[in-house]
């Protein structure tokens, strides 16, 4: 069944922070590259609720949305938010490899599954051949594997996942050593960051094709690194590419000066579930922290109830918060 039916993407708050948090970052493009010269490339589904904002509020025009269910295209193009929005329908690889790569480019791999060899060959080929000032991202489920109820030993259990995770993404890409245990939980999605950051590198390698530095050899900055669950636990990261010779371009940009992440430790995205007039009374109270002030954190909580733990991680994306209404049209 189409994702989209069982999850509206639009209204899902770590999601539409995340959301924001990226446009907040691409907006520093700017600073080395023109927004109006860039397209976007996404997975919008029938809510096309990143298309909507990055249009919006980066002002970019050329928009590929990639969808792989034809069989509801009536749906998609009904919903197809702007003119310049442009519908690709068949399976992401096709359509990536088909599309032409002089154009800098934000490219959001925004998958609900779980990474795996499909996913990989996809970040390869926008690594391969993506123009000088890009942004790639890709989003993968990091739910752990559960494996089969009459499977109890838990050495057996670990057993199972790494052949499991072996198979998903292929011998080749699995890191070396690797263990079962390092399979469970939350404990996935690092040795996911792992496998992608490791194919970036990999495939920059490839492109540059000899080791000595021309204008054009290609370089990648990772600038996200995000976890979030708003159910299902999910992995973001992002790089910037650029060449060498745009190097003090990308420099000026300066995105690893933003609030995100540019290593292995990880943003963790949490948006607490709050009233709306709890949402009021916490903004007339920051910016503060996170951690919030001692002194704001007792007159806060004496004055809403709301849990210290619930105070901070609010303080943390306040500004990206998401406030939804029912409105009759």
């Not at 907006?27 to 990143?50: C, H, I, K, N, Q």
């Not at 480019?105 to 123009?131: E, F, M, N, R």
Request: net charge negative; glycine share 6%; charged share 25%.
């Amino acid at each position: 069944m189409a994702s989209f039916r069982e999850i509206d993407y639009s209204v899902r708050p770590a999601k539409s922070v995340e959301r924001k948090m990226m446009a907040e970052a691409f907006r520093r493009l700017e600073l080395g590259w023109p927004l109006s010269s860039y397209r976007y490339v996404g997975m919008g589904s029938v809510y096309f609720a990143d298309f909507q904002l990055f249009h919006q509020s980066l002002g970019i025009h050329e928009m590929v949305s990639i969808e792989r269910e034809k069989q509801y295209e009536t749906r998609f193009e009904f919903n197809r938010p702007f003119r310049c929005v442009q519908i690709e329908f068949g399976e992401s690889s096709d359509v990536l490899n088909a599309i032409t790569w002089d154009k800098r480019s934000i490219v959001w791999l925004d998958y609900d599954g779980q990474l795996d060899a499909s996913v990989i060959a996809d970040l390869q080929t926008v690594v391969q051949k993506a123009a000088s000032g890009s942004m790639i991202v890709v989003s993968v489920n990091a739910e752990s594997d559960r494996p089969p109820a009459d499977v109890t030993d838990p050495e057996i259990k670990d057993k199972w996942r790494l052949a499991e995770f072996e198979a998903r993404v292929g011998a080749m890409s699995v890191p070396a050593g690797l263990k079962g245990d390092e399979l469970r939980g939350k404990l996935l999605a690092g040795v996911c960051w792992r496998v992608l950051t490791a194919k970036v590198s990999e495939q920059l390698a490839k492109r540059n094709g000899r080791p000595d530095v021309r204008s054009d050899t290609a370089f990648a900055d990772q600038v996200f690194h995000f976890r979030y669950a708003d159910g299902a636990s999910m992995l973001t990261v992002g790089w910037l590419i650029y060449s060498h010779e745009d190097q003090h371009l990308a420099q000026r940009c300066n995105m690893k000066g933003s609030v995100f992440r540019d290593g292995n430790t990880s943003l963790s995205i949490e948006a607490p579930k709050l009233t709306p007039k709890e949402i009021r009374h916490l903004n007339a109270e920051l910016p503060d922290g996170p951690p919030v002030a001692a002194d704001t954190l007792v007159r806060v909580r004496e004055k809403t109830g709301i849990m210290e733990a619930d105070l901070n991680k609010f303080a943390s994306v306040y500004r990206y918060y998401p406030q939804y209404g029912e409105i009759v049209l």
